[in-house]
């Protein structure tokens, strides 16, 4: 599978879990979803809460991944924003 071609993202394309993308309202029922849902489908990762930045997801993988399990956990993601939007 070929690697996404892509500049590196910065803190403003990160995936913020907002309620509302006009006022950017963080929202948290919107990351726990998110964040449960992905374990349930087999990816590890959390939303971290800064004061004033709202939530914002952390995804480490480790730096031996593969390309397959690395598209494999975006496709996680992406379901998992997909069931979160069309629930809340």
Excluded at 16 to 22: C, E, L
Excluded at 25 to 52: K, W, Y
């Amino acid at each position: 599978m070929a690697a996404p071609t892509s500049a590196p993202l910065s803190t403003d394309d990160a995936f913020w879990a907002d309620a509302d993308r006009q006022t950017r309202r963080s929202s948290d029922e919107l990351g726990a979803f998110v964040t449960r849902r992905c374990l349930e489908l087999g990816l590890h990762m959390n939303i971290v809460q800064l004061p004033g930045m709202g939530g914002v997801f952390r995804i480490a993988p480790p730096l031996t991944a593969t390309e397959d399990e690395l598209s494999l956990g975006l496709a996680i993601l992406d379901q998992a924003v997909s069931d979160a939007t069309s629930r809340l």
